[in-house]
């Protein structure tokens, strides 16, 4: 059992749709990050959310984090096929901070 | 500026074989670690260094030994390859632990171990 677990694995839509990913745990955390990760690359950061509540936007990308600090979601609006890759979510565990924990992520294709 | 660099790229490894890989970051970043990254399951963590001098187990420490050779020089060793351990190994650095601190990822060492 993963701490973060997301959802779904897969999504495959046309581009213009909306879609939303989620990442959930049992677990309070201090802080939660994505990252998008493209074919044959590492992944890149895209956003840090810190407070319950917290929303973020990015251009299309909504990042939103739940109140009890358990759970994120990430909303993307209009979809377009650049936005195809892994999406993960990561947050920091351990004393310190020092490790960063992954989610499997979630593969997205956008179709054009 | 580079970031972080791997090499080798590719590899590939007979069972029993060893081999070290290599990462470099030169954004002058305290903190160094080691991924590995299998299908759905994300990246799950080997070993870091938290600071130059320093190194740690991760969630899947076995079969690998780290070195921290100066500030800006982390290598990952398989004294003797598996097959389990064919994947791809990501490289990291930050500057720190803080909710601000970026990980940024090398490109990836494709491993395969027959």
């Known amino acids: 059992t993963q701490l973060l677990e997301q959802s779904p694995q897969f999504l495959s839509i046309q581009e213009g749709e909306n879609l939303t990913v989620y990442c959930n745990s049992s677990s309070v955390f201090s802080s939660l990050q994505w990252y998008r990760q493209e074919p044959g690359e590492g992944p890149v950061l895209l956003v840090t959310?810190?407070?319950?509540?917290e929303v973020k936007k990015l251009k299309r990308l909504t990042f939103q984090f739940g109140d009890a600090r358990k759970d994120s979601s990430l909303h993307i609006t209009a979809a377009q096929p650049g936005d195809t890759g892994l999406y993960l979510c990561?947050?920091?565990?351990?004393?310190?901070?020092?490790?960063?924990?992954f989610g499997a992520g979630t593969i997205l294709r956008v179709k054009s | 500026n580079a970031g972080v660099t791997q090499t080798p790229k590719f590899q590939v490894l007979k069972t029993g074989q060893s081999m070290t890989l290599q990462c470099a970051q030169d954004?002058?970043?305290?903190?160094m670690y080691w991924y590995r990254q299998d299908p759905g399951m994300g990246l799950r963590l080997i070993y870091y260094?938290?600071?130059?001098?320093?190194?740690d187990k991760g969630e899947v420490p076995n079969g690998y030994n780290v070195s921290r050779l100066n500030k800006r020089e982390f290598s990952l060793r398989l004294e003797s390859a598996a097959p389990s351990q064919t994947s791809v190994y990501f490289c990291a650095s930050t500057r720190g632990a803080g909710a601000g601190d970026t990980q940024y990822f090398g490109p990836g060492t494709r491993l395969t171990v027959l």
């Open positions: 260094s938290a600071s130059e001098g320093t190194t």
């Open positions: 954004m002058n970043h305290n903190s």
């Open positions: 990561a947050s920091r565990i351990g004393a310190g901070g020092n490790k960063l924990v």
């Open positions: 959310v810190v407070t319950g509540g």
